[in-house]
């Protein structure tokens, strides 16, 4: 079993940042990659990004690629993701994600987070 502890969540203007965290803990979470999925209003739960324990390649989807940054500490055994440059339309709830080999768009992760609200206003 993998628990995952999203924070970082919040409201903030147009074109400013946040970060997220996830916390992950259990038995075997070092055997899943991570990533992160988000639900805005009204929306389908969209994958956003993934990347792997061990530092290797990231992923991302084409709306946040250049503002958006994936990355990982396995001493505190946290994913991040940074997040810049916003607009509204990233206004969703963010989910934290595990799954194996990889967190990839359209197919459900094993684990998820309980999500964190992100509010971009213009």
């Known amino acids: 079993q993998v628990q995952l502890i999203e924070s970082g969540g919040g409201l903030v203007q147009a074109g400013g940042s946040l970060r997220l965290s996830c916390a992950a803990s259990g038995r075997s979470f070092r055997s899943y990659a991570m990533g992160w999925f988000r639900q805005g209003p009204g929306k389908e739960r969209e994958f956003v990004a993934g990347i792997r324990w061990n530092g290797g390649s990231t992923d991302y989807a084409d709306s946040v690629k250049g503002r958006f940054t994936i990355s990982t500490d396995n001493a505190k055994n946290t994913v991040y993701l940074q997040m810049n440059a916003l607009k509204p339309e990233d206004t969703a709830v963010y989910y934290c994600?595990?799954?194996?080999?990889?967190?990839?768009?359209?197919?459900?992760?094993?684990?998820w987070g309980q999500g964190t609200q992100v509010t971009v206003s213009s």
């Open positions: 994600a595990a799954d194996a080999p990889r967190v990839v768009p359209g197919r459900p992760p094993a684990y």
